[in-house]
Structure formats: structure tokens, C-alpha cells
């Protein structure tokens, strides 16, 4: 059973402030990685992806990529209150079924203005 | 289309009776696939359809859950007698198997089943 674990929070931050967010993931053998924003009441929606080690930017939002230690984070710069919402992870299987995402259960981020 | 779009966006129903959710994905992703997302849980994985390949079902609950995917685009996810733990919002995604954007999936807003 593959599993993705996220603390489910909320995660409450001031506004200006970093916002961290951590996954771990079972499943060794997965290569790709994503981070998937969902607002109350609506679909998620993808922010990031990562498939190799190290870092990745893309504006406010850093995606850190671990394998060794099976870890994924998503750090959120000078966070505003538009940014609350639920934070999914989302680990791409590997083997059998490599077509399936498998997702945590999300982290509630509230950022208090 | 544009974007995917998924039908009704609520359904309420009483137990025993069949339902039917429709999903349109965005032309041209040969991908689909069903979740399942149930009040303050993840996204369950339901079944999965590729082009013209047989569907992965492994995530179907229970033997009431059947899905069909037609001409290789439009897809019916259909709920026969249904209970009160059916209740949850059915999300439909799609997606283009490229890589090294495989796997990006682009979700429809959802379906909202509330079983009485």
C-alpha cells in the first residue's frame, strides 16, 4: 500500500511570514512529485511539480525534493491570505500502476492578515 | 474544451437509487481518471482509462461502482443502488501521457453526491 503522509494542520502563519509544508511518501521508487492547492469547496489545482533532487522556484512557491529521505516540501514566500487553502502531495507511483497519483490527505494552511 | 467539466455538480438521491456522473476531459488528453474525495480526506483513486486500453478499475469500491468511457473521450461513472457512504464529491481528471509532464493531471470541478 502506497501511502503519502501530510500533517493535516491548520497550519496558521501571519501574513509576510514563510509557510512550510512536509510530505513523506512510502513508495521508494517514485521519481515524480507534485503539489496540488485546493480552495475550500473547489477542485485542486496543480502549483508545482519536482522530479529531481534539490530545489525548485517558481515565484513565491519553492518545492523541495528529498529521495533518500523520501520527503517533499513546499515553501510559500511572503504568504497572503489568498494563499489559504488545503495543500495537497501527490506522489506518482512507480511499477504497476505508474499511471496513478497517490495523494495525501492534505495540509490546511490559514494565513491570518 | 477548455477546461474539464463534470455533470451534475450536485446530486442528491435517496439510498437504493442508481446514479450516473458524467465527465468531459479536455480535448485531447488521452488520460482519465476518477477520485473519489470524502469529507476531510484525501483523494481516493477510483479507476483510471488510457486511449483504447483496458480501464484500470483496482480502486472501485465495491461491485455497484462501474464506469465507461466512450469514443474514447466522454466518461459515465455509475453508482447502482446506492448508500450513505457513497456520499462525497467525485472528481474527474484528465491528462496528456508525455513526459516530463506525465502524470499532470487537470481536475473538473467535481460532483457532489449526497446519498439520503
Known amino acids: 500500500q502506497k501511502e503519502v503522509e501530510q500533517n493535516s494542520g491548520p497550519l496558521s502563519v501571519p501574513e509576510g511570514a514563510i509557510a512550510s509544508l512536509n510530505c513523506t511518501y512510502s513508495d521508494r521508487g517514485s521519481q515524480s512529485f507534485f503539489w496540488y492547492r485546493q480552495y475550500s469547496g473547489k477542485s485542486p489545482e496543480l502549483i508545482m511539480s519536482i522530479y529531481s533532487n534539490g530545489d525548485k522556484e517558481d515565484g513565491r512557491f519553492t518545492a523541495q525534493l528529498n529521495k533518500a529521505s523520501q520527503y517533499v516540501s513546499l515553501l510559500i514566500r511572503d504568504s497572503q491570505p489568498s494563499d489559504s487553502a488545503t495543500y495537497l502531495c501527490a506522489v506518482k507511483n512507480s511499477g504497476a500502476g505508474s499511471y496513478q497519483l497517490t495523494f495525501g490527505k492534505g495540509t490546511k494552511l490559514s494565513v491570518i492578515p | 474544451g477548455a477546461g474539464v467539466s463534470q455533470s451534475p455538480s450536485n446530486k442528491v438521491t435517496e439510498k437504493g437509487k442508481d446514479v450516473e456522473l458524467r465527465c468531459d476531459p479536455i480535448?485531447?488528453?488521452?488520460?482519465l481518471y476518477w477520485y473519489r474525495q470524502s469529507l476531510g480526506q484525501g483523494l481516493e483513486f477510483l479507476i483510471y482509462?488510457?486511449?483504447?486500453?483496458?480501464?484500470?478499475k483496482s480502486g472501485l469500491p465495491s461491485d455497484r461502482f462501474s464506469a465507461e468511457r466512450t469514443g474514447g473521450s466522454v466518461s459515465t461513472l455509475t453508482i447502482q443502488r446506492t448508500q450513505q457512504e457513497d456520499s462525497a464529491v467525485y472528481l474527474c481528471?484528465?491528462?496528456?501521457?508525455?513526459?516530463?509532464?506525465?502524470?499532470?493531471?487537470?481536475f473538473g470541478a467535481g460532483s457532489r453526491l449526497t446519498v439520503l
Open positions: 482509462f488510457q486511449g483504447n486500453s483496458a480501464p484500470d
Open positions: 481528471a484528465s491528462s496528456l501521457r508525455r513526459e516530463p509532464g506525465a502524470n499532470v493531471l487537470t
Open positions: 480535448s485531447g488528453h488521452t488520460a
